[in-house]
């Protein structure tokens, strides 16, 4: 009969809390417990699995006493005879279907697990696996599960056999699949039903592209031996008619005009019916619709197929749907980044009409910041025209940070501290700010620049250097240069993707020509003195389409700069001009290949012919050509001129190609790239000797990596082209140089 | 507990397993304090034990500064143990970890955490919301009303910085709708005012005179 | 690929009404189906819900050069279109 419950006691219970309990019982204390009551809570204990037997008492004063045995717990799991599928998959497995350490050991469950785990080892073919599971008793009601299993041989493939295909050989076909009858190293002819699916699509799609719009798989079948480890595997198929495309017409909106829209699909009529290239002339026609606000519009291609000329006719209905408008622009996962930040890098509004160029703009502006790993813009939709745009992105590192405090016996105890930070706190701005001193060095640079001085991205950027060098705490005996001076620059945007910048520099510059009586030193100090301020004006142009700032697949980079002494403002009058041209295409998904090259060249005006001696320019080692020792190329004084020093010169030229891949066998590498690189160039006395058959050559492999401290790259490299006296380096390194 | 080194970790008992990992919980040894409680969860889930090793867990996640965690260990004791006594406390503990997502220390100097991450704000005042809505008569839910006060004036502020932002560049009526949403949903904060002075603002500049009157009267209605 | 002159952003604000959109409102249609035929009603009077002004302001005029400026809408208190009136015929320009 039925009672009040006054208080719920649970007996029997070694490891089951009573609070875990008490989440499935459905009565509570104050309840009434009736017959029906009673029997649901037995049928809600027995389905927690936990328990073999349970059983519900009145207490004298009216409790709910529910006595349990508990079922024993697994202690521990161990796998033998696994070889194809590693321990910790079967494992992460299990523990999918909760059989782990500590959990409630089911029996009944054993049999799903059996299954599972054989259906695994179908999936790979391995038909003949076999697996036994048992379960040995341990003290304190626990037991220890032991899985045992034979993989047998997986099952080799014997013989595909194709049955229809009139047009193509068994072999062209066949050479497109993944299974194969035969293969010399690899698994490709290891049966696995993953792999028959992929090959049926891609048996498909080779035949749709290729003008049999009727083309049909009738059935696949897979034959076992006895000993289960051979596979016969026929496919049936008809092929169809092999149509060629007749009228194109178009229906519903006129809002594109028609010769448009026939640009935009590029199909001709005569041409083979391509299941492929009907899908890339919709997706050219829907993005052309989103670029006028229908973001929804759809393109349906009715396929109308005359089979006695054998000719397919293609009406496309366009269905615009409304326009659609942005309703609010929403940030995500900018946990440094303030919101402006990125909300001016936009070029979509917020109340605004969508445009799908506006966005792609944007995204690819938000990846060229360059301080975020991943960056991608959602679009949401909110009503049938109206969507929100939400940015997720991905913080990353975004500067270099060293500091040290070195002793060495030449220059004695010596305090370095550098800072390179793209995102200051978060606001966008750059900051560079080094300063080292020692006995011999004292040296600082400080800059600053702001993308963004006014809100339409005219940056300002500004900087001061020093730097003095006691040469004979370093016994440097050829010659030393003390600078100080100071710089700024504004840039502004030209277009979408160009920017222009000029500015000014200041710059004091003090030779001195040590112990060693260094040829060009002294010419240089008997002819200009050994003080020289220079004001120079420097200017810029640069296009930039990459779609990442740190490992770009594609886009294209592209700047010409000049610097030039303002003739009257002092003796040493030159000028520099720097030609860049950097180029990504992806090659696969994972592979990008990098063609660059840059042209640097210089001379003096007025009373100066070539460039100061001490302001030419050097190449070799990592950021210019790797392979060679840094700043080795162009050849070294000699020591009758006083100085082993490399002479360096007034034109460099350099030029690389590069193959970029992620690191293998890291999931996310995101931040990692491998490159095998072909890197050439030389350093020239003059423009015109610029002469690309001497240039000095090297290949190798290379490593980047953004890291906290900043990037890090190295190299190991093999000189492919050298003459005599050139100096490799075969591996090399780098931190904190942006690359 | 001197016989616990001798004895290899697969043979202690659950109260081994709690005694260490409380010893290294109370005196704030977070990193070790989370290793073993998560041993002891592993070799014995469903125990009074494990119940209690939920919370202190998350807490010791929480100290460790992995909010992440701390909030997936709550929603894990919620899920298993929906009638706890100690329920409203896991509730407030998730909308702590929540709130500490954003946290920076230089908010008190130099930054501002209105401009960045508002999507862990916004969890935050959903779970503070959840803890007054399901446990109103607890100082859980006292506590959780002053979160909720500081947690609105950051989102209207931040608000009213995009409002100004699209201002600065013509955007009226994107300026104007992210006034409103402050009017609407946050019209007690601090901004309040000057989300209305915004709107009036932006109708005037696209035109709409008579509707930049109207909002006027009502910034002098409530001066 | 960029001249001299600085770049601005082109900027829109607002929703596009064209003529044919015009011509299909009648009075004593719902919001709801002023709605569905105009679009998002962005510019709805803060404290009074029963004015509507659609308006439209773009830096780049050719992009939807058939937009009306401003159209007005007014609904009776039961939300049914009493009348409307296209105050400026001409987007609003912004100048960047």
Known sequence: EDFVISDIQVQGTERIGFETLNTYLPVRVGETLTLGLEQESIRALFRTGFFNDIALFRGDNNELIIQVVERPSIADITIKGNRLIKTDDLKKALTGLGITQGKIFNPVEMERVILDLRRQYHNQGYYAAQVQITSEDLPRNRVALNIDITEGAPAAIERISLVGNNTYTDRRLKGQLLLKETVVFGSADKYSRPKLQADLETLRSFYLDRGFAEFDINSSQVALSEDLTEVYISVNMTEGPQYRIDQISFSGSERIGEDELRELLSLETGELFSRSRIIAGINAIRDRFSDLGFAFAEVDPRVDLNQEDQLASINFVLEEGSRVYVRQIEIEGNTRTRDHVLRREMRQFERAPYSLQAVRQSTSRLNRLGYFSSVNVDTRRVSDDEVDLVIRVEEQPTGSFTAGIGFSQLDGISFNLGIAEKNVLGTGNELELSVNSSVAIQSADLGFTNPYFTKDGVSLSTGLFYSKVNASELNITDYTLDRIGARISVGYPTSELTRLNMGLRIEEVGVNCNTSNFVDCNKFVSDFGKQNAVLSLTGGWRYDSRNSFFFPTEGHRASLSAQAAIPGTSDVTFYKVFLDEAWWTPLTENFTLKLSGSLAFGEGYGDLTRLPFYERFFAGGIGSVRGFEPNSLGGFYTPTEGSNRPRGGDARAITTAELVFPMPLIEDSSNIRLSWFVDGGNIYSTLDGVDPSEFRIATGLGFSWITPVGPLAFSFSRPLKTEKGDKTQSFQFSLGVPF | ?223 | CGGIKPFKAPVSQGVVIEQAMIDELQVGLSQQQVRSLLGPNYGQHPFRPNIWDYTYATSNRSLHTDAAGRLQLIFDDQGFLESWQVIEADSRKIKL
């Not at chain 2, 004791?77 to 920076?104: G, V």
């Open chain 2, 1 to 223: 507990c001197s016989n616990l080194i001798q004895k290899p970790e697969s043979q202690w008992t659950v109260e081994e397993f709690y005694d260490r990992a409380k010893s290294e919980f109370d005196n704030g040894q977070w990193k070790s304090a989370i290793e073993f409680y998560e041993k002891l969860k592993a070799n014995f889930p469903y125990g009074d034990y494990a119940e209690q090793a939920y919370l202190e867990l998350a807490y010791a996640y929480y100290r460790y500064d992995e909010p992440l965690s701390a909030i997936r260990e709550l929603d894990e004791f919620i899920r298993l143990y929906p009638r706890h006594p100690q329920l409203a406390y896991a509730y407030f503990l998730k909308a702590l970890a929540a709130d500490s997502i954003n946290r920076s220390w230089l908010d008190r100097f130099i930054t501002d955490p209105a401009n960045r991450d508002i999507q862990s704000t916004q969890q935050a005042l959903r779970a503070y919301q959840e803890v007054i809505q399901r446990f109103p008569n607890t100082d859980y839910a006292i506590a959780a009303k002053q979160r909720i006060v500081i947690i609105t004036n950051r989102l209207a502020r931040r608000d009213l910085q995009v409002a100004q932002f699209y201002y600065d560049r013509q955007a009226y009526l994107a300026a104007a709708n992210r006034a409103q949403r402050i009017i609407e949903e946050y019209p007690n904060s601090q901004s309040s005012r000057k989300a209305l002075v915004m709107l009036r603002k932006a109708h005037q500049k696209m035109g709409l005179d008579q509707t930049a009157a109207d909002i006027q009267q009502v910034i002098e209605l409530n001066r």
